[in-house]
């Protein structure tokens, strides 16, 4: 997260991880078509010639936020200036999948402070998803993160295929786990923007407890998330979209340290 | 060799730096749009950074400000417009009108990316269409103001309705919307090719220094092994010597006479002790090429002596075996630079082998030849045309007429313990390091060794050696 209070604005970071071909820069091509137009910018893609994502995909989502209508009187929160509102940035990366990136995948992950998940539902993947979870807990051990300090969704994406783990399974393994899982097929859009509210609310919920944001912005804590699908042109609650979690915790808990 | 810094720290990339307009256009070009704006419309563009810098300008000086301009006070009054537009930044809004005394305007737009103000244009001076005649406040600048003439000049500016600058402007936008989005993607893609190639080396740094350590740490583990082999092989000896000196005094009768079942059992005493002692020697000798501290003392030699020696002390051997033992050495060969009692060495080891493999009435043959020069190595060898005519080098044929060698194996046989019939009762016997003392030899006087098949069988061993005075004879 960057705070600029010069600027007005703030950074988030996002990033969407997994293996080879599991989607991700087909969920940000869903999430770009589903945002309204003035929410978001280009879809800024690097690849190579055979589609595959060089170094990383990137779509910025731009809104102000802070302008939220406000009970008069109320003092639960003391904006920087009420009137103004922040600029909020969510700058939403793919790693590229390929084992042979792994440089770049640390590069992108620096200073992100959340991570989708993005699993490939076949029965076939399950050791590259593991594999490549395995390879995000150790970049981020490079970048002297622990994986459980970092807010990470799961994602069960390509629901379309035959041959995947099936719904019962994976809400078995989801209710087990800690990261709230979602079920998506980025090719049709479905289940996207529920995993990335999913992602929102967790980190939000973590930047919240560790620097009060909704102070500095000037916005109710739980007006947050709402307020930004809003802007984002979402018509759905995001208290509905969030039921569609099968599991896991969808609040930041910190972590008790020896 | 240089060793490359190690760099400890992970390479850092800042995805989301602010970005500058100077940074993502190339100015020249910049011109050149804003001047094909400046063609198609009539309408002056100007373009500035955040701070202010003008950037690009496509414009000419109207006739209508030349003319204020030769009035003092329109002199000044026309300068602070200009100045007023230059600075004037638009709010959130992104555009602005600034008007100016002469009733021309000026159209201020903000250049946004990803939500950040990062420049401005400005379009102007154009004449609104709506104006139809000279405002009062151009007339007020000077008494002595031609109103005419104000007005014939100030009707040559460009008119524009205000759809029609709001639309070029919009076109203007989306175009350098488009140059920014792709200069900043070109801009990203050569920040992360650089970082990734700094990871990548950073990543390949580390990994190579773990393989050294481990490199290093292996070698420490071989010096101590062949350490250990050459002080058990000498410490083996010594007794060894003391067994076979005292076998060959009871032999010899010095501690009394024996019965010839004593002298036999004595001798099959000796005997053994010799074959354990060669096996010792082997051992050490093994020891000292791996450890590097065989010394080879090359002088120059012929190389027919050498093998006619060799001969000689093998023939005993061939005739208890009937085996013939023929040497032929090519009348013009060249001298060597090697170590006599090496190449003794080698070449005993070779033919005591192929006597070893050669059934009785069979031949072994060592056959010396020089090698023509320029046909030495391979034409795909690299500097061929170069090296080939500085290289002279004699070859060393031990042809044997016994079982031969499988193509599978040529390789392996000079494995140190290898045994092409390893099982417990094979028929030859030996230690199986012969050969790979005999290779090693034979690489430390930048020499090759290789196996072929003999014709109509048995085995070929090739050495050659380089001559004295060539450029690989060390």
Redesign the interface.
């Known amino acids: 997260m960057?705070l600029n209070f010069a600027?007005r604005?703030i950074?988030i970071?996002l990033v969407y991880y997994g293996p080879a071909l599991s989607g991700k820069t087909t969920n940000l091509r869903a999430l770009h078509e589903l945002t309204a137009d003035d929410s978001h910018?280009?879809l800024?893609t690097?690849e190579t010639r055979d589609d595959r994502t060089l170094?990383?995909d990137?779509l910025?989502l731009?809104f102000r936020a802070g302008d939220a209508p406000r009970k008069p009187g109320d003092r639960s929160y003391t904006p920087v200036d009420p009137t103004m509102g922040m600029?909020l940035?969510i700058?939403v990366?793919t790693v590229p999948g390929q084992v042979l990136?792994?440089?770049?995948r640390?590069?992108?992950l620096?200073g992100a402070d959340g991570v989708a998940f993005i699993a490939d539902s076949q029965l076939t993947e399950t050791e590259n998803n593991a594999a490549s979870f395995l390879d995000l807990r150790s970049n981020l051990k490079?970048?002297n993160v622990s994986v459980k300090e970092m807010p990470i969704v799961i994602q069960f994406n390509k629901r379309d295929l035959p041959n995947i783990r099936t719904d019962e399974e994976i809400k078995k393994l989801a209710q087990q786990g800690r990261e709230p899982v979602f079920r998506a097929s980025a090719l049709t859009g479905e289940g996207v923007i529920e995993s990335f509210f999913g992602l929102l609310n967790l980190t939000w919920s973590k930047l919240e407890a560790e620097h009060q944001l909704s102070r500095i912005i000037g916005i109710e804590p739980q007006e947050f998330v709402p307020v930004a699908a809003r802007k984002m042109g979402i018509k759905r609650e995001v208290s509905v979209m969030l039921q569609s979690c099968l599991g896991g915790n969808l609040q930041y808990k910190p972590v008790e340290k020896a | 060799m240089n060793e490359a810094k190690p760099t400890d720290a992970?390479?850092?990339?800042d995805?989301?730096a602010?970005l500058r307009l100077e940074d993502l256009v190339d100015r020249e070009a910049l011109v050149e749009l804003c001047d094909s704006f400046f063609t198609l419309f009539g309408i002056p563009v100007r373009v500035l950074s955040k701070d202010g810098t003008l950037l690009a300008d496509a414009t000419r000086e109207q006739e209508v400000c030349g003319y204020i301009n030769t009035f003092a006070s329109g002199r000044a009054a026309c300068g602070a417009t200009v100045g007023a537009v230059k600075i004037k930044d638009p709010d959130e809004e992104g555009t602005l009108i600034h008007p100016c005394f002469s009733g021309l305007q000026y159209r201020i737009v903000a250049i946004d990316y990803?939500?950040?103000r990062i420049g401005r244009f400005i379009l102007g001076p154009y004449l609104p269409a709506e104006v139809s005649d000279v405002p009062s406040s151009l007339l007020d600048i000077d008494e002595a103001v031609d109103r005419e003439k104000a007005k014939s000049l100030l009707f040559k500016v460009p008119r524009a309705k205000p759809e029609t600058v709001q639309r070029v402007a919009r076109h203007l936008k989306a175009a350098l919307d488009l140059i920014l989005?792709s200069g900043?993607?070109t801009l990203?893609?050569s920040q992360?090719?650089l970082?990734?190639v700094r990871?990548?080396f950073?990543?390949l740094t580390e990994r190579q220094n773990r393989l050294q350590e481990a490199y290093d740490r292996l070698r420490e583990l071989d010096r101590l092994k062949s350490n250990f082999l050459a002080t058990v092989s000498h410490e083996l000896r010594t007794p060894l010597t003391s067994i076979i000196g005292y076998g060959e005094m009871l032999a010899e009768g010095i501690a009394g006479p024996l019965n010839d079942e004593q002298k036999e059992f004595v001798g099959t005493i000796r005997e053994k002790g010799e074959q354990l002692l060669q096996l010792i020697q082997s051992l050490l000798d093994m020891s000292k090429l791996e450890s590097g501290t065989m010394s080879v003392r090359k002088e120059k030699i012929r190389l027919e002596d050498v093998l006619s020696e060799v001969v000689k002390t093998l023939t005993p051997n061939a005739r208890k075996k009937g085996v013939v033992l023929r040497l032929e050495c090519d009348a013009s060969l060249p001298g060597l630079r090697a170590d006599p009692e090496r190449l003794r060495q080698v070449f005993i080891n070779l033919g005591d082998n192929a006597i070893k493999f050669t059934p009785s009435g069979g031949t072994v043959t060592y056959r010396a030849t020089p090698l023509e020069q320029g046909r030495v190595g391979r034409e795909s060898d690299f500097g061929f045309a170069l090296l080939a005519p500085s290289r002279s080098q004699l070859e060393v044929r031990v042809i044997d007429t016994g079982i031969g060698i499988p193509l599978a194996e040529r390789e392996k046989v000079f494995d140190p313990f290898y045994q092409v019939d390893s099982s417990s009762t094979r028929e030859y016997g030996g230690t199986g390091l012969g050969l790979s003392i005999v290779k090693r030899l034979v690489e430390a006087h930048d020499g090759t060794i290789h196996v072929e098949e003999g014709s109509p069988r048995g085995a070929v061993f090739v050495v050659t050696l380089p001559v004295a005075g060539s450029a690989e004879a060390g």
């Open positions: 960057q600027g604005e950074t970071k910018g280009r800024m690097l170094f990383f990137m910025p731009l600029s940035r700058k990366f990136h792994g440089a770049t640390r590069l992108v620096q490079e970048l | 992970i390479a850092t990339i995805i989301d602010t990803e939500a950040r989005f900043h993607k990203l893609t992360m090719h970082v990734s990871e990548s950073r990543e």
